[in-house]
């Protein structure tokens, strides 16, 4: 059975600052706390035995802001097994620990090194552990503790908007909601009244109130007019600690405006008006206007004005002027002074808009009585219509006739008449009068697109009494003439999927002119001829003034070509024809299996990681300059490969090789190291060859050691045939020198040094029929007896 030794850990803070210990409260619930620990111990699983603790611990507090001079002291750390002989050593972990809080590894006090904000960081997990200082291992297993730091009122409620804007209707009724104010306070909510905020109100009253908890601010004074007053700033103040002495407090400003309510009538200024307007006047001669105030604004003083009784109901008109909320009163009927002198009239002066629960206030409308006295004058020229209308191309040259008007004096001298343009409705002076015959001519180009009609007044006046005259409104129409070419409706900018198939439909295009043909419209589209021979994409006419754009080929590859800018030829069928081209963009996008867009970049499959033009060019260039030295280098190697394959000394794996002085035989190991060849399991790994350059990388092929008793023609034998079997097998000739000479060899050796100072002759015929990668050998060896010969 292990032996469980008892670790206790005490914590206090220093005065005058308590630390809290257990027992918890409700307010602390909510931090971690461990059970008991129960172990499994024993040789048998079935045993269950209860450890008790070994550390004593809950959770701390420390108030914030420490404003004393020495270190801020937590608590205590102590081990049962501690003897006093300093043989154990404290250490502390977690949040903090070493920077905020320190631990005395001999005596285990525990101190905070900085001032704390609870607003930065509320609580702090720490670790605690003894380990022996011999050893280096725990005497304790470690525990954790918890330190909250306590709030202390250091944060004054803060709105959340340094100036409030907020309205409300006039004549609201008492406690009617103006507008909620908020204030935050950055302490613990949940420790005391430190965030507790109270609402008051410091400028403001007796108009409005403000709810304690709330921050709502209400109307507090019945019948508040606009008319008398539209603004009002109210102070609110918003103090924490419950409102009590000591709390912090910030402040708010809240603009309040008065919205106006119809609750004024309108009035008339006097009770009768009288005009005058001359016999001869024409109907709509404006005679006078008439207004009444209202006090409201907007909509609310809107006025309305009808004649509702009088001897001229059917004689005169009224109607309301909305820039200026006049009443015009003008000449409905021609007037005779000869049969009737004076008229009276009763006019009333209304709101449309009426809010019934301010009708006790009275009915909101007035009325006043309007005289109307009629003038004997010498009777103006009288026109021979009430309006003309003419009509005239877009195209007309300057000082082209129009038509005419015509006047004459309906008294019994019948003088002469002149005729002139009232200039206040052709300010533009485009058309002119002859004075004498009334034909209308033009004085300027026009444009039917910019204006269609003009509506001017001529005015004929008595040659011999100037004063008299009279006007006759002139309506003059512009007629259409083809100058405008048509042009897309639109800007288009479509997309095609790589993956198109022929005669699919991509866009549809729309063409609008600003001409009116009499017929209607009638536009063409077709390709530009200079795009129309070599492009991808073929324009198909509706004839309804559209057209499609189609593709004519199968496939588009966004890599070779990622815009097409198609030049479209849109004509109407007017006279003369007018056309134009538009351009419209292509982009050849890739699409998902249902041809929805998905990417149209390019440069989107090729560096997907977001590199830029630049970094993609740079790594090309490299590519191509490796591409071309690797090309250059193999091109060298190829033809080095017609040379002898040994030049070198230091080249110990070939079969020929070249000495410049008498050798030392298998004995000497500075030209190559013949070990190897004693030895074949130590030859495992296939390696390259270095005298050319490979045509492919291949991986390596493993073969079998040869054993040590192998005789060296089926050690050759093996080889060749591994050599004739294996794919990376280069295709030249080559010999391998061999210089092991086996257990019993028949041939002895294969060195073609040795060969030359024994005194018999060996039978090389065999080597011919290993096939063509021992020809070159069979060549060597098989004409030793023709050159002895010689």
């Known amino acids: 059975m292990r032996t469980y030794r008892y670790f206790l850990l005490l914590f206090w803070v220093g005065q005058p600052y308590p630390t809290f210990s257990a027992p918890l409260s409700k307010r602390t619930s909510g931090f971690p706390a461990k059970k008991r620990a129960v172990e499994l111990s024993g040789n048998s699983k079935n045993e269950l035995n209860r450890s008790k603790r070994s550390w004593m611990w809950n959770q701390f507090f420390l108030l914030e802001e420490y404003t004393g001079s020495d270190y801020q002291y937590v608590g205590k750390l102590h081990s049962d097994q501690d003897r006093g002989d300093g043989s154990l050593k404290y250490i502390l972990s977690g949040d903090g620990a070493g920077d905020l809080f320190i631990i005395n590894e001999n005596t285990g006090d525990i101190q905070a090194t900085k001032r704390l904000d609870r607003e930065e960081k509320p609580v702090y997990i720490l670790r605690a552990q003894a380990i022996n200082r011999r050893t280096g291992r725990p005497v304790e297993p470690e525990s954790e503790f918890i330190i909250k730091i306590h709030d202390i009122n250091d944060n004054e409620p803060i709105f959340t908007k340094e100036v409030y804007t907020a309205t409300v209707p006039e004549m609201s009724d008492v406690g009617t909601f103006v507008v909620q104010v908020t204030a935050t306070d950055a302490d613990d909510p949940t420790y005391g009244n430190s965030a507790k905020v109270v609402y008051s ?29 539209e603004q009002y700033q109210v102070v609110i103040q918003a103090k924490d600690m419950g409102g009590q002495m000591g709390g912090l407090s910030g402040t708010t400003t809240v603009n309040i405006t008065l919205t106006d309510v119809n609750d004024n009538p309108p009035r008339f200024p006097q009770s009768t008006y009288q005009f005058k307007t001359p016999e001869s006047s024409p109907p709509g001669t404006q005679i006078g206007r008439i207004k009444a105030s209202d006090a409201d604004i907007g909509e609310n003083a809107e006025i309305e004005y009808s004649i509702t009784e009088g001897e001229g109901l059917d004689m005169f008109d009224i109607v309301t002027d909305q820039e200026t909320q006049e009443g015009i009163i003008t000449v409905k009927k021609l007037l005779d002074f000869e049969k009737k002198k004076v008229y009276t009239l009763k006019v009333e002066a209304s709101n449309p808009h009426v809010e019934p629960r301010f009708l006790y206030l009275g009915p909101f409308k007035d009325s006043a009585t309007v005289r109307i006295m009629v ?21 007309a040259q300057i000082n082209m006739t129009i038509g005419s008007v015509s006047a004459q004096d309906p008294d019994a001298a019948r003088n002469p008449v002149k005729y002139s343009v009232d200039r206040h409705t052709d300010m533009d002076r485009i ?31 008595e040659i011999n009494n100037p004063k008299q005259s009279s006007r006759v409104p002139l309506y003059i129409k512009v007629l259409d003439v083809n100058d405008n070419a048509p042009e897309f409706a639109e800007f288009y900018e479509t997309f095609v999927c790589e993956k198109a198939k022929a005669d699919q439909l991509i866009q549809t295009l729309r063409a609008i002119d600003k001409d009116d043909p009499y017929s209607g419209h009638q536009f063409s589209f077709s390709l530009a001829p200079e795009a129309a021979s070599g492009s991808n994409f073929t324009i198909q006419d509706n004839k309804d003034n559209t057209a499609g754009i189609l593709t004519r080929k199968n496939g588009y590859n966004r890599h070779e070509m990622s815009t097409y800018l198609l030049p479209v030829v849109i004509s109407d069928n007017d006279y003369p024809v007018q056309s134009s081209t538009g351009t419209v ?11 929805n867009m998905q990417s149209c970049h390019a440069e989107a499959l090729v560096h997907p990681t977001g590199l830029s033009t630049g970094a993609l060019i740079a790594i090309l260039l490299c590519i191509v300059t490796l591409l071309v030295t690797v090309v250059l280098f193999a091109a060298l190697r190829r033809q080095r490969k017609k040379e002898p394959l040994i030049i070198s000394k230091e080249d110990i794996r070939d079969n020929i090789v070249s000495y410049n002085d008498e050798g030392g ?18 030859i495992e790994d296939s390696k390259l060859r ?45 010999l391998a020198t061999y210089a092991y000479e086996g257990t019993g060899s028949v041939a002895d050796s294969l060195s073609s040094l040795e060969s030359v100072t024994t005194d018999g002759d060996q039978d090389y015929d065999y080597l011919s029929d290993w096939g063509p990668r021992f020809k070159k050998l ?11 010969d010689s």
Not at 447 to 461: F, G, P, Q, S
Not at 695 to 724: G, M, S
């Open 201 to 229: 109100i410091l400028q403001g009253q007796p108009y409005f109130s403000v709810e304690s908890e709330t921050g709502v601010i209400k109307t507090a004074l019945l019948n508040m007019d606009r008319e008398n007053r």
């Open 375 to 395: 003038e004997d004058v010498d009777e103006p020229p009288v026109f021979s219509k009430l309006a003309y209308i003419l009509q005239i191309r877009e195209d």
């Open 431 to 461: 058309f002119n009068i002859d004075s004498g015959n009334g034909s209308i001519f033009t004085s300027k180009l026009l444009d039917r697109e910019t204006l269609l009609w003009h509506n001017i007044t001529v005015i004929a006046t």
């Open 585 to 595: 963009t292509v982009r050849v996008c890739a699409c998902d299996h249902h041809g």
């Open 665 to 682: 035989g298998e004995e000497d190991t500075q030209a190559f190291d013949i070990g190897t060849l004693r030895n074949p399991e130590a």
């Open 690 to 734: 270095r005298d050319i350059v490979p045509e492919a990388l291949f991986l390596p092929r493993r073969t079998p050691a040869a054993r040590d008793n192998t005789d060296v023609r089926d050690f050759i034998n093996q080889r060749l045939k591994e050599n004739d079997t294996d794919p990376t097998a280069p295709p030249y000739d080559s």
């Open 778 to 788: 069979a060549d060597m060896y098989g004409g030793v007896d023709s050159d002895k």
